[in-house]
């Protein structure tokens, strides 16, 4: 009848108290190579960062019945995670040394169904625009044959890092 999933996590504090220390290309690149232990939502959706480049980050995950709605296909909450974080970790890429960024909205559109049997997805996160205050930018969730499953804008704010922090 039921079903079960066990998974682990790193501890998010060393990964926070990493944020500003270096260029957020390299944080994030850190993250990518295991010296900094993920996000632990990567860890509850199973999903992964697999690229990482200045201005451009691309996550993917491999869909699952564990990230089903009740109606049978992955949950609207699974692909807005999916886009905020190739959004959000786009703009990171582009920060300097002391500088941190929270999401101010994401606005998402839903625009093909995902199962399991859609195989693995990427969310293409890339920078449209960054200024001092604030940043924008956009992240295409697509499958295996390009197919654009649902797309996303996010405007971001931009702030130092307290240098307790830092």
């Known amino acids: 009848m039921g079903r079960s999933r066990t998974y682990e996590w790193g501890d998010p504090s060393i990964t926070a108290a990493a944020v500003g220390r270096v260029s957020g290309l390299e944080f994030l690149r850190e993250v990518q190579s295991g010296k900094l232990p993920g996000a632990p939502i990567a860890a509850t959706l199973d999903f992964t960062v697999d690229e990482v480049d200045e201005g451009r980050v691309v996550f993917s995950i491999m869909p699952g019945e564990e990230h089903y709605n009740p109606i049978g296909s992955v949950h609207g909450g699974v692909y ?10 786009a703009v990171q890429s582009t920060l300097p040394p002391g500088m ?6 994401l606005t998402v559109k839903f625009l093909k169904r995902i199962t399991a049997d859609t195989g693995r997805v990427r969310a293409i996160g890339t920078i449209i625009s960054r200024g001092r205050q604030t940043a924008l930018a956009e992240a295409r969730l697509i499958d295996g044959k390009d197919r654009l499953l649902a ?3 996010s405007s971001c704010m931009l ?8």
């Open 100 to 105: 941190g960024y929270t999401s101010l909205d």
């Open 80 to 89: 807005a995670t999916l886009l905020d974080s190739a959004t959000g970790c």
């Open 151 to 153: 797309h996303a804008t």
């Open 159 to 166: 702030f130092p890092v307290p240098a307790s922090t830092v």
